[in-house]
Structure formats: C-alpha cells, structure tokens
C-alpha cells in the first residue's frame, strides 16, 4: 500500500497525456499551461512543456513536449529551438527570451497520430508499439476566432505539397536571434 501525497480526482486527471494519450487527428484549441527546465540523463538541459487542449470533447487533454536546449546533438537543439520559434509565431510573438511568454495564449494544435516502434519486453517478446496523438504543428488562431473543432486531417495525397509549402513557410531565421536571447544555441 502507498499513500499518496495528495488526492487524485480521476475526472481531472484521467485524459492527462504525455503518456499514450490517443485522440481523434484534428485542430484543436490549446495553451501551454508550464514550462520547465530539467536535466537530461547525459547533462544536458531539456524544457518540458505542458498543452491543454481548452475546448471541445477532448477540452483538459494534456499533451507534453519536450525540447532540448542543451544537448550534444546539434540538431535536437535546433529542433527544440524551431518549435519554440513556431509555437512563438503561433501566439504572435517575435521573439521569446523566456517560456513563461508562451504561456496561456491561445493556439491551436494540430494533431496527429503515430505508432510507436515495436518493443521487446523482459521475457523476449516482441510487443506491438501503440499508436498515440502527438502535437504536429502550431497555428495562430484564425480572424474571427472560429476554431474547427476535430477537424478531419486532409488524405496523405492531398496534404503532401501544402505540408512541404508549410514546412517551408515555418523555417525560423536563425541569424535573426538576438545574442542575449537565453534560448538561443550555445556558440561554438
């Protein structure tokens, strides 16, 4: 038996994600709600961010992101330095010194859905990897506030030429962050 150090009231924490959270693909309303820095297993320095989605049938869904500033690998760091820049360009801002200025303005999410990679457990079985819901892009709320709710993501024919216009829309201006900017990448 182990107390718990606080009560958990299951209607609230019940579609926490971060885990397997599964929900249809789609559009949806969201803030990010926390930002913080931990340490990774090999010294470097991650942000993890917490969304919520605010609206809708899947309104207190919470989805987890993780961003490493600091790493050995030079492009995770460029990674979590793009996704801060379009979560930034979501909620318009034009620069972001500090993740506390990406909290509680609304965006939307766009979400898909992946499978995760096969596994093998401890008995040498190979376990099926489960499909789960992963933020895939930021987007400024329309003019006019009118936010499609689940909306049903185009076919993989129709959405590859307009995904690729998109990503290429979305390529922060590296050179463009200022050199006080505690977000940037480390020089040298």
Request: charged letters at 15%; glycine letters at 8%.
């Amino acid at each position: 038996m182990v107390a718990l150090p606080q009560n958990v009231n299951v209607e609230e924490h019940a579609r926490q994600g971060g885990g397997n959270v599964l929900i249809p693909q789609g559009q949806y309303m969201a803030v990010a709600v926390e930002s913080v820095l931990k340490t990774t297993s090999k010294g470097g320095q991650m942000v993890v961010m917490k969304f919520v989605v605010t609206q809708g049938e899947y309104q207190n869904t919470e989805f987890l992101r993780y961003l490493n500033i600091v790493n050995n690998t030079q492009k995770a760091v460029d990674i979590a330095y793009q996704e801060i820049a379009n979560i930034g360009k979501a909620i318009g801002l034009g620069n972001v010194s500090d993740t506390s200025q990406l909290h509680n303005k609304p965006m939307i999410i766009e979400i898909k859905n992946k499978k995760q990679g096969d596994w093998t457990n401890n008995d040498g079985e190979i376990v099926e990897g489960k499909e789960r819901s992963e933020i895939y892009k930021y987007l400024p709320i329309p003019a006019g506030g009118a936010v499609p709710q689940n909306a049903p993501a185009a076919t993989q024919q129709e959405s590859a030429p307009a995904q690729a216009a998109q990503t290429a829309q979305e390529q922060p201006d590296q050179a463009a962050a200022p050199a006080n900017n505690p977000f940037a990448p480390p020089a040298g």
